[in-house]
Each structure stands twice: as C-alpha cells, then as structure tokens.
C-alpha cells in the first residue's frame, strides 16, 4: 500500500546542515498499523509530513497506490492530501462553532465534494466512529476522546487509503486514548474498506498495540520492540526491565 525507498532530507546549509533523514525504507501493508517510535529530534514528523504531502524530501521516493512523490513542493501534491492521506494531530483543530457533522462535511466541501454527498459521507464516517448520536453537537459538548473521533471521522470520510497519525493520544486520558487504539485497529481490519496507519507515538504501551513497530534512529528506521523502545538491552538488570 505504501512503499517509503531511500527517503533523505536535511535542513540547513553548509557546517550548519543537519541531516535528519538518511535513507529512510519502509512498507505498509493494507489494512496495518505501524507504530513509529525514537528520540525526539529524530525525523518522526518530518518523514510523516513528506509522506503527507506537506513537505518535500531531497531524495528517494514514496510510492502510495500508483502515486509516486516526494520530491516536489506541497503544490504539486494536492491530489496526494485530498485522496490518498487522511492526518490526525494531537490537536484535535476542530471549529468551535460547527456542530461534529458540519465539521467534517466542510472538510469534504473544501476537497470539491458537493455538499449533500458531503454531508452524507460525514454522517456514515461519524457513525463509523461511534458518534451516530452525537452528529449535532459543538466541540464544547463533546469530551476528548469525542472529539478526537469527530477528527477520525474527518480524515475517513474521503475513504483515504491511509491515516497519518502524529501522537494522536497525546491529548487524551488513558481510557480515552485506548478507546482510540481501539477504533485504530477497527478502520485497519475494516472488511469492505481497510485503512492503513502510520502512528508517531512516545508511549511504548500504545506502541505495543500496533501490527508493528518501527524505530527512527540516526536518520532511518529498523524493527523494534517495546524493550528496545524503552532503550533497554538484553542484559538490562533494571526493575523496568524485569516489569517488561
């Protein structure tokens, strides 16, 4: 679904450059959770905001459905950040004054999508999410977690092959941010139409619910696990590591 080859990108110039990504490869199943994991100051939302569409790699390449890019400025992207990418922040950025419904409908309205079928879109999204009772109410009479489904249910309803999803539980209290997880993995093993996601997370507990996980280290990614998560080895003595 999505194949990440060679991704390299620095800020800077000459003694002041800094190389963030190094030749970053990855795939993404159909229908998976990945976890992507490291140091803050590694890449994590750089290599996410490339494989967005909303900055460009200096070299290498991602390919997404038949779609390949990542070398080229956000405007020569949009169709990537319409059809193909679906975001979920840490903050919600939902508009205050718009119910949950008209929340996501405009989110459509602003791709091209006229506003009835717009409209009707939102409301199997929210359902989708949980939130069929809830389609009328303003962001300030929704709790956390129901916000941040209001946004779920916005980056589906394009039916986006792909969710990005940057410390999407970084906002949420523990229960709400496994009710969360849970929906995650619900949209990933979706029988008519499975999601991929892509999830920068700090939390190895949370990590540990994705298919997978990956460490960003020193400009690319491996395999990792939630002891080399916690950067822990295999002779760690600690009571931390004796708990995992």
């Keep these: 679904m999505l194949t990440v080859e060679g991704l390299e990108k620095s800020f800077g110039s000459g003694s002041n450059k800094l190389h963030v990504l190094k030749g970053?490869?990855?795939?993404?199943?159909?229908?998976?959770?990945?976890?992507?994991?490291?140091?803050?100051?590694?890449?994590?939302?750089?290599l996410l905001n490339i494989i967005g569409g909303l900055l460009a790699g200096d070299g290498?390449?991602?390919?997404?459905?038949?779609?390949?890019?990542?070398?080229?400025?956000?405007s020569n992207v949009v169709d990537v950040r319409r059809e193909l990418i679906g975001w979920i922040f840490q903050d919600f950025h939902l508009l205050d004054n718009?119910?949950?419904?008209?929340?996501?409908a405009m989110a459509l309205e602003l791709t091209g999508i006229p506003s009835t079928e717009a409209e009707e879109a939102a409301r199997t999204a929210l359902t989708k999410v949980g939130l069929a009772d809830r389609m009328n109410f303003v962001p300030d009479q929704l709790s956390g977690g129901q916000q941040q489904?209001?946004?779920?249910?916005?980056?589906?309803?394009?039916?986006?092959?792909?969710?990005?999803?940057?410390?999407?539980?970084?906002?949420?209290?523990?229960?709400?941010?496994k009710e969360v997880m849970a929906l995650f993995k619900e949209?990933?093993?979706?029988?008519?139409?499975p999601i991929?996601?892509?999830?920068?997370?700090?939390?190895?507990?949370?990590?540990?619910?994705?298919?997978?996980?990956?460490?960003?280290?020193?400009?690319?990614t491996e395999a990792s696990d939630i002891r080399s998560a916690w950067g822990l080895d295999e002779d760690s003595e600690?009571?931390?590591?004796?708990?995992?």
């Design 60 to 74: 290498g390449s991602i390919t997404l459905a038949k779609r390949t890019y990542g070398l080229k400025g956000p």
């Design 238 to 244: 600690s009571d931390e590591g004796e708990e995992e």
């Design 187 to 193: 949209l990933c093993h979706d029988e008519e139409n």
């Design 24 to 46: 970053v490869d990855m795939n993404i199943k159909q229908g998976e959770m990945v976890a992507l994991m490291g140091p803050s100051g590694s890449g994590k939302s750089t």
């Design 196 to 220: 991929s996601i892509l999830m920068v997370t700090h939390d190895p507990d949370l990590a540990s619910k994705a298919d997978r996980m990956l460490l960003l280290n020193d400009g690319k």
């Design 149 to 177: 489904r209001v946004a779920i249910a916005r980056a589906i309803a394009g039916n986006r092959p792909v969710l990005l999803a940057d410390e999407p539980t970084g906002n949420l209290d523990i229960a709400s941010g």
């Design 98 to 104: 718009l119910t949950a419904l008209d929340n996501v």
